[in-house]
């Protein structure tokens, strides 16, 4: 499939999905809603991939959706919405996001179902859905208080206002601030980190911590117990042993 | 409504005010201000006028230092105790409230003070508030959803620390470790309440409504719960019609 609102490159372990369509804010329509999906499901599938950057092109992360753009005409339809964070979010390797500018309504919404965000310190992050008599319905109720606490979300919800990077940072819904000039060069070396270790060891982190949430601990120490013996039976965990005892760097196989 | 002895209510312009008002004792919490409470509470929960409530402390010492000890040893046998403790629920009633309450916090926020304002959504202090829950130094834990609401606030290890040391924490601090969403100088308190109360007023109340109902039952559930819980409310907000864009409409814009 040829995309025409994002691009994606794959290269050493890495995808790198990028919105792009930079004169419009890089907002979501159905087509980039369609290709972000596609592409999501092709990375699910390549085995060779082991980390995702989901960024934007030009100066904003994402601004939304076309409902979400204030003095808007008219009334918008609630099929105009297309979800998209359900598909980044059901990709079971590490996916960082680099928040390269806005990050507002579904935009943010796509950067919650990321497991790491990183963003310039130029960026500002809020759902400004309440002043159209909305709510956020790509996730953004559920993952951002799960992310930075009931009182904080029910402050971003409820007030409409946005936030800088600064103060994202302070209340957890970022994990770092970078210069905008040194936002991707961080993240990529994040990415190149992690596409090294052992890529079935870093999807089951995943699902023991993103199922484990959800499970009652008695129930998640379980997971993470059965999750860990099967483990043992990967040719990497043998040969990241070996790799340790002989001082060298291991070679894993993603088996 | 009859004249209330322990709080004021106000209303304006889509605010309702609780003020605990025993600014002699600290605002402390009575079997009077119990009843009263569970009687504004429940007027306030089915006035459409009221879009947010603001919930504060009569005088310059305290949002609320607690319970009133002096009733302690009057208090009525535990079995008749618990009975009334369910029959007046006013913590129950409180976080039964659909519209956003606000905590507008001063000095000191002790005991079932602060377990008050984690029953509110959104806490505001002033930079000499002070925060505590001494309930183990009397031989008792906290009874007013304390032990569950603090550590869902603001986590399991700083609940523990509060609890079990009784230590005061101070407004940078409560800021820190997420008691509080804001700190600001006493001064600036009120009106800083009163900004946020207003710009929330000035949505649509179901879209508000909903978002609370989004998170606040949304974190209960497991995440793919949550989710269908989120994309029914909106479905349903964006299938009703939006007074906003009629008014744009009108507007030419």
Same mark, same amino acid.
């Given at each position: 499939?040829?995309?025409?609102?994002?691009?994606? *490159?794959?290269?050493?372990?890495?995808?790198?999905?990028?919105?792009?369509?930079? *004169?419009?804010?890089?907002?979501? $329509?159905?087509?980039?809603?369609?290709?972000?999906?596609?592409?999501?499901?092709?990375?699910?599938?390549?085995?060779?991939?082991?980390?995702?950057?989901?960024? #934007? $092109?030009?100066? =904003?992360?994402?601004?939304?959706?076309?409902? *979400?753009?204030?003095?808007?005409?008219?009334? &918008?339809?609630?099929?105009?919405?297309? &979800?998209?964070?359900?598909?980044?979010?059901?990709?079971?390797?590490?996916?960082?996001?680099?928040?390269?500018?806005?990050?507002?309504?579904?935009?943010? !919404?796509?950067?919650?179902?990321?497991?790491?965000?990183?963003?310039?310190?130029?960026?500002?992050?809020?759902?400004?859905?309440?002043?159209?008599?909305?709510?956020?319905?790509?996730?953004?109720?559920?993952?951002?208080?799960?992310?930075?606490?009931?009182?904080?979300?029910?402050?971003?919800? @409820?007030?409409?206002?946005?936030? =800088?990077?600064?103060?994202?940072?302070?209340?957890?819904?970022?994990?770092?601030?970078?210069?905008? !000039?040194?936002?991707?060069?961080?993240?990529?070396?994040?990415?190149?980190?992690?596409?090294?270790?052992?890529?079935?060891?870093?999807?089951?982190?995943?699902?023991?911590?993103?199922?484990?949430?959800?499970?009652?601990?008695? *129930?998640?120490?379980?997971?993470?117990? =059965?999750?860990? @013996?099967?483990?043992?039976?990967?040719?990497?965990?043998?040969?990241?042993?070996?790799?340790?005892?002989?001082?060298?760097?291991?070679?894993?196989?993603?088996? | 409504?009859?004249?209330?002895?322990?709080?004021?209510?106000?209303?304006?312009?889509?605010?309702?005010?609780?003020?605990?008002?025993?600014?002699?004792?600290?605002?402390?919490? $009575?079997?009077?201000?119990?009843?009263?409470?569970?009687?504004?509470?429940?007027?306030?929960?089915?006035? &459409?006028?009221?879009?947010?409530?603001?919930?504060?402390?009569?005088?310059?010492?305290? @949002?609320?230092?607690?319970?009133?000890?002096?009733?302690?040893?009057?208090?009525? &046998?535990?079995?008749?105790?618990?009975?009334?403790?369910?029959?007046?629920?006013?913590?129950?009633?409180?976080?039964?409230?659909?519209?956003?309450?606000?905590? =507008?916090?001063?000095?000191?926020?002790?005991?079932?003070?602060?377990?008050?304002?984690?029953?509110?959504?959104?806490?505001?202090?002033?930079?000499?508030?002070? @925060?505590?829950?001494?309930?183990?130094?009397?031989?008792?834990?906290?009874?007013?959803?304390?032990?569950?609401?603090?550590?869902?606030?603001?986590?399991? #290890?700083?609940?523990?620390?509060?609890?079990?040391? #009784?230590?005061?924490?101070?407004?940078?601090?409560?800021?820190?470790?997420?008691?509080?969403?804001?700190?600001?100088?006493?001064?600036?308190?009120?009106?800083?309440?009163?900004?946020?109360?207003?710009?929330?007023?000035?949505?649509?109340?179901?879209?508000?409504?909903?978002?609370?109902?989004?998170?606040?039952?949304?974190?209960?559930?497991?995440?793919?719960?949550?989710?269908?819980?989120?994309?029914?409310?909106?479905?349903?907000?964006?299938? $009703?019609?939006?007074?906003?864009?009629?008014?744009?409409?009108?507007?030419?814009?």
């Amino acid at each position: 499939m040829a995309y025409s609102t994002i691009t994606l *490159q794959i290269q050493d372990r890495i995808a790198r999905i990028t919105l792009n369509r930079p *004169q419009s804010g890089n907002i979501i $329509n159905l087509s980039m809603a369609q290709e972000l999906i596609d592409a999501c499901t092709l990375i699910k599938q390549a085995d060779d991939v082991h980390v995702v950057i989901l960024t #934007g $092109n030009g100066k =904003d992360f994402c601004l939304g959706n076309d409902s *979400q753009q204030p003095l808007k005409k008219k009334k &918008p339809s609630p099929t105009e919405v297309f &979800p998209v964070a359900e598909a980044v979010a059901a990709l079971e390797i590490p996916v960082i996001c680099a928040v390269n500018g806005d990050a507002l309504g579904q935009g943010l !919404e796509l950067a919650l179902a990321c497991d790491i965000r990183i963003a310039a310190d130029t960026a500002k992050f809020g759902f400004t859905d309440i002043s159209l008599g909305f709510i956020p319905t790509d996730g953004g109720t559920q993952r951002l208080p799960r992310l930075i606490g009931q009182a904080a979300a029910l402050e971003m919800l @409820f007030s409409g206002e946005t936030i =800088d990077a600064q103060r994202a940072c302070e209340i957890g819904l970022i994990s770092a601030v970078a210069a905008k !000039e040194a936002l991707l060069p961080r993240v990529d070396a994040m990415a190149k980190s992690m596409a090294q270790k052992a890529p079935v060891a870093c999807r089951y982190i995943k699902e023991a911590v993103l199922q484990g949430l959800d499970l009652s601990l008695a *129930q998640g120490l379980r997971l993470e117990a =059965d999750l860990y @013996f099967l483990l043992h039976t990967t040719a990497d965990r043998t040969e990241g042993i070996k790799a340790f005892q002989q001082k060298r760097h291991p070679e894993f196989k993603g088996k | 409504m009859s004249a209330f002895e322990t709080i004021i209510y106000e209303k304006q312009s889509h605010k309702g005010y609780i003020t605990l008002n025993r600014p002699r004792v600290l605002n402390v919490y $009575n079997v009077r201000m119990r009843d009263e409470l569970y009687e504004i509470l429940s007027a306030v929960k089915d006035d &459409p006028e009221v879009r947010v409530v603001i919930l504060k402390g009569a005088g310059e010492k305290a @949002f609320c230092a607690g319970a009133d000890l002096k009733e302690f040893l009057t208090a009525p &046998p535990p079995v008749q105790a618990r009975r009334i403790r369910f029959q007046r629920d006013v913590w129950s009633l409180f976080l039964s409230l659909e519209k956003p309450v606000i905590a =507008d916090i001063h000095g000191y926020c002790l005991g079932s003070g602060i377990e008050m304002a984690m029953c509110c959504d959104l806490r505001l202090a002033s930079a000499d508030a002070q @925060f505590g829950v001494p309930e183990m130094g009397l031989g008792i834990i906290p009874a007013a959803g304390g032990s569950q609401t603090i550590p869902r606030i603001i986590g399991r #290890g700083h609940a523990l620390e509060m609890l079990f040391s #009784g230590r005061y924490v101070n407004a940078p601090e409560a800021l820190k470790m997420k008691l509080v969403n804001r700190v600001v100088s006493r001064a600036e308190l009120l009106p800083a309440v009163e900004t946020l109360a207003d710009k929330i007023a000035g949505y649509k109340p179901e879209a508000v409504r909903s978002a609370k109902q989004a998170v606040t039952r949304g974190l209960e559930l497991p995440l793919a719960q949550g989710l269908a819980l989120e994309a029914r409310l909106g479905y349903s907000l964006r299938c $009703n019609s939006t007074p906003v864009y009629k008014v744009a409409e009108q507007a030419g814009v």
